[in-house]
């Protein structure tokens, strides 16, 4: 699934003073279990589609963290692989349209019908570009902290896994690490929950796409930190299997998203 992005868009104005003020819905504490439901029922009922998504996915970071462990900077590897949860948004767009022409009852499978043709591709780059720009951020960080607690030498992850459970300062990077890693997905998680699904089907600016995802989560704070939770679990999982898991872990999440996002979308939003 490729994105169509052959025309350029059009004027977003008049569009984003629409949008701009638009109210999520509200929703309750329980809609992030029903989301990852449908978005099961959509990897089962969409399998080429859904598992080849994951399948490239999985791949992709696989070989990723591969090339890591090559070099003398394999102590990297934990803060290389939770930082790819920070570019899954992006990634999973080909999934938001399979779910959304499915719900449609329009045909879904792989090839030419299945070309995403996005309402707002410049704006949805823009997005990319940020959610990149923090990615390497948090690689920079974790950087830094590896380099102050090991006193500049990196070493190979087996010294660095002996060092945080054996060592005091190994467990002091351990929890700011951490810490700062959530800052980081917090931030992520944020701009992008809603703002993406939103770019796919309405062509507004990557700034008030993100205005609406920070709308959306304040007014439903406790359903969407469930939800945050199950995502940091599901993507856990998925890298404890050495990825394996990745391969249906991506693509569930993927489709949830868009169940999400149309759970919370205001009626003036249509898809």
């Known amino acids: 699934m490729v994105a169509d992005t052959s025309t350029p868009p059009t004027t977003t104005t008049s569009h984003d003073e629409a949008y701009a003020h638009l109210e999520p819905k ?17 990897c089962q009922a969409m399998g080429k589609v859904s598992f080849t998504y994951g399948l490239v996915f999985s791949a992709c970071c696989a070989f990723l963290l591969w090339g890591v462990l090559q070099f003398p900077y394999s102590a990297l590897f934990l803060s290389m692989a939770g ?39 410049v704006q949805v780059r823009f997005i990319g570009v940020i959610l990149l720009v923090i990615f ?11 380099a102050l607690s090991v006193h500049g030498e990196y070493g ?14 190994g467990l002091s990077l351990l929890v700011v690490g951490t810490a700062i890693g959530a800052v980081f997905a917090t931030t992520v998680f944020a701009i992008s929950a809603f703002s993406i699904p939103l770019l796919t089907v309405k062509n507004v600016d990557a700034v008030t796409a993100i205005l609406y995802s920070l709308r ?20 856990l999982f998925g ?10 872990v991506f693509p569930l999440i ?3 998203t868009w169940h999400a996002f149309e759970d919370i979308r205001a009626d003036e939003i249509k898809t």
């Open 156 to 169: 190979a992850l087996s010294d660095l896994v002996v060092f945080v459970l054996q060592d005091p300062n």
């Open 254 to 256: 993927g489709h949830a």
């Open 83 to 121: 930082g790819l949860i920070l570019i899954g948004p992006v990634a999973a767009v080909g999934l938001y349209e399979a779910s959304r022409r499915r719900k449609a009852g329009e045909p879904v499978q792989l090839g030419r019908d299945l070309i995403i043709k996005i309402a707002a591709p």
């Open 239 to 248: 890298m404890a299997t050495l990825f394996i898991g990745m391969i249906y």
């Open 136 to 146: 390497l951020l948090w690689i920079r960080v974790a950087t830094l902290l590896v």
């Open 26 to 42: 509200s929703i309750g504490t329980e809609a992030p279990w029903s989301w990852l439901a449908k978005g099961h029922k959509d």
């Open 216 to 235: 959306a989560i304040q007014k439903n704070l406790w359903p969407m930190l469930v939800w945050a939770w199950l995502i940091v679990m599901l993507m």
